[in-house]
């Protein structure tokens, strides 16, 4: 079959909920993905953040490989060898005392709410809590995820989701603290804002939200699904600043493409909220998903992953610089480490089709923002590369 019957057949089976790329997927080398009529792709997406070590690791399919032969599923009433050293090593880079799998990000964060909620149920004996999210932000699709994430077309018709969600703006410590009560339990939001555009945080806000959840034992989430794993140049975003969360959320890179995530908590939350038989899940944790997780963990330090993303980040930042100045589309160039966005002046989508046309993987953002999140393993050469595929796509377009 050729490319144009597969995704026929596609279109026939799936659930249409996305408007996907016509581009249908062989395989994966390092930075560059294969497409069934074998044009090669330099890939500035990674699977949206997830496969950080790049394609075809042969460390990571060995370590995979080895414990399929073991045992791939073993359930949650017992214990495993896989999960006690993925979850002590994620204690190790996250400086969270407890750590409870999960099989995706959304599942993570129904995790962190649930938390939060028994924490404040068990402290006050009711459960009338209120949680404060932000506008523009991202925390997945499930019932639970969707409450809190701030975009009412992805949340309209789904209504009503969890009760007692207030929303407030994203940098602005005075609408946070206005939708402050006496009922609030948590404090959600992403470190980087991703999907709402790479909005990095403001570090005062981020401090001054800190010190008001101290003040009034509210718990603070924050969402390192995309942000954290290393793509900012440390493992976890916010250890940039110093400000430890009370719940910390992951998944994507996590497991570099088998589906795991996890909620860390504290260990003064972990002792006061979640109890036996109050969560769980049939996969999560499982010794696949986790031997993932083992073997991330070892290449990133055997590989110096995170002098790689500061070093190489830096780079990706000034070249990137260089091209919104010369073109007037380009309105606005933020990020930190690799995960990086230029806004524009109007839709992305047509850079991004020329630039796939002419074999380079981007994504956008919102509307408006193409986005850069390459495998953490990119290159220097790898950056000039795709600069000068960027810069041709844009040339080719007019009016751009
Ligand atoms: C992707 C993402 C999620 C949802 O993760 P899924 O694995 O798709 O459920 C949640 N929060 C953030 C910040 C994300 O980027």
Redesign the pocket.
């Given at each position: 079959m050729d490319m144009k019957q597969y995704i026929e057949e596609a279109e026939a089976a799936l659930l249409h909920t996305y408007n996907r790329y016509q581009i249908v997927w062989d395989k994966g080398d390092g930075m560059y993905m294969y497409d069934i009529e074998g044009k090669k792709y330099l890939d500035f997406v990674s699977g949206?953040?997830v496969f950080a070590l790049g394609y075809n690791n042969k460390a990571y399919n060995d370590a995979l490989k080895a414990q399929i032969d073991k045992v791939i599923h073993t359930s949650n009433y017992y214990y495993n060898i896989p999960a006690i050293e993925a979850a002590k090593k994620i204690k190790k880079v996250s400086g969270m005392d407890r750590v409870f799998f999960t099989n995706?990000?959304?599942?993570a964060?129904e995790g962190a709410l649930k938390a939060a909620r028994k924490y404040a149920f068990n402290r006050d004996g009711v459960a009338d809590h209120e949680i404060i999210a932000m506008n523009h932000s991202?925390?997945?699709?499930?019932m639970g995820?969707l409450s809190v994430t701030g975009n009412p077309h992805y949340r309209e018709a789904f209504e009503p989701l969890i009760g007692n969600v207030k929303f407030a703006d994203y940098n602005d410590f005075d609408s946070v603290k206005a939708a402050v009560t006496d009922k609030t339990c948590a404090i959600i939001f992403?470190t980087v804002q991703?999907?709402g555009g790479i909005h990095p945080v403001d570090e005062t806000f981020l401090k001054q939200v800190r010190a008001l959840c101290d003040e009034k034992d509210i718990l603070l989430i924050l969402?390192e699904?995309?942000?954290g794993m290393g793509r900012t140049g440390y493992m976890y975003a916010w250890q940039r600043y110093g400000v430890k969360p009370d719940i910390l959320?992951s998944?994507?890179a996590l497991g570099c493409g088998v589906p795991v995530?996890a909620f860390m908590l504290t260990e003064r939350v972990a002792a006061n909220s979640l109890t036996s038989g109050d969560h769980g899940t049939t996969y999560g944790g499982n010794p696949l998903a986790c031997a993932a997780i083992c073997n991330v963990m070892d290449q990133f330090e055997e590989l110096n992953i995170l002098e790689n993303v500061n070093e190489v980040g830096e780079y990706l930042y000034k070249k990137l610089d260089e091209v919104v100045a010369k073109y007037d589309y380009l309105k606005e160039h933020r990020g930190i480490g690799l995960l990086q966005g230029i806004e524009c002046n109007g839709p992305v989508s047509e850079i991004i089709n020329k630039a796939m046309e002419k074999g380079l993987l981007l994504i956008n953002a919102g509307m408006n923002v193409i986005r850069f999140i390459p495998p953490l393993i990119v290159s220097k050469q790898n950056v000039d590369d795709m600069i000068d595929i960027l810069v041709e796509a844009m040339d080719s377009l007019e009016n751009k």
């Open positions: 949206i953040a995706s990000g959304a599942e964060i991202f925390h997945g699709r499930t995820a992403e991703g999907e969402d699904i995309q942000c959320t998944a994507k995530g």
